[in-house]
């Protein structure tokens, strides 16, 4: 059975930058022909897709984040990652990792709370 | 950049049948856009319900299904239970790397 098992701080400050790990056990990112994908939560409010790494490490990103958003793979590690650049309290949200093709996104992380906040 | 729709709410009784829609800001959902469905309750990571526009997801009661109604991907719930009670996403493929989650619809069973 496919985990994925998210790793990071709960807390960023306002200008720092937000980064998280996911890390895949069950199967293998590598030679996988699915998205490795974060999604993500504000408080009391919809999802929004973040962004989203094959398993090559060829990037996709919400053009709203895009400018702020890294997405990487560490196949060696069966791991990926998200860094979020300056970061204010809008981007206060749990942030989920997902793996997921062009139809479904079939199993996703525990999710992370992340506060910004000093 | 578009908008993928969802009703904010909606109601339904007790083995009633609803239908929640998920539609875009400019034009028309079609099967290219792979529309999928999730189930959220609080706390919880979303579950697949429907993908592809009408798969259900392995599990999933037949009572949830899904179509293209009009220019809107639908999600149908028949004989709604009380544990129904949560909230609908959808999901669209918008080409070129980029997916679009709805708003949302918060689904009351009364």
């Known amino acids: 059975q496919l985990q994925l098992q998210q790793s990071g701080p709960g807390l960023v400050k306002p200008s720092d930058t937000l980064s998280l790990t996911c890390t895949v056990s069950?199967?293998?990112?590598?030679?996988?022909?699915?998205?490795w994908g974060w999604i993500r939560q504000p408080p009391g409010r919809g999802l929004e897709w973040v962004g989203s790494?094959?398993?090559?490490?060829?990037?996709n990103y919400s053009p709203s984040l895009k400018s702020r958003l890294t997405i990487s793979v560490d196949t060696s590690k069966n791991q990926f990652s998200l860094r979020l650049s300056s970061v204010t309290a809008a981007d206060t949200a749990v942030y989920y990792c997902?793996?997921?093709?062009?139809?479904?996104?079939?199993?996703w992380g525990q999710g992370t709370l992340v506060t910004v906040s000093s | 950049q578009t908008v993928v729709t969802q009703e904010p709410s909606f109601s339904v009784s007790p083995g009633g049948t609803v239908t929640l829609t998920c539609g875009l800001s400019?034009?028309?959902?079609?099967?290219?856009?792979?529309p999928s469905w999730y189930q959220q309750t609080p706390g919880q990571a979303p579950r697949t319900l429907i993908y592809?526009?009408?798969t259900r997801s392995s599990g999933v009661p037949d009572r949830f299904s899904g179509s293209i109604l009009g220019n809107k991907a639908a999600l149908t719930i028949t004989g709604a239970q009380a544990d129904d009670q949560c909230d609908y996403y959808c999901?669209?493929?918008?080409?070129?790397?980029?997916?679009?989650f709805g708003g949302g619809t918060k689904l009351t069973v009364l």
């Open positions: 999901v669209l493929y918008m080409g070129r790397g980029i997916w679009v």
């Open positions: 069950g199967g293998s990112i590598s030679n996988s022909p699915y998205f």
């Open positions: 592809s526009t009408s």
């Open positions: 790494v094959s398993d090559s490490g060829s990037p």
């Open positions: 400019s034009g028309s959902v079609s099967t290219s856009y792979f």
């Open positions: 997902a793996r997921h093709d062009y139809r479904d996104f079939d199993y």
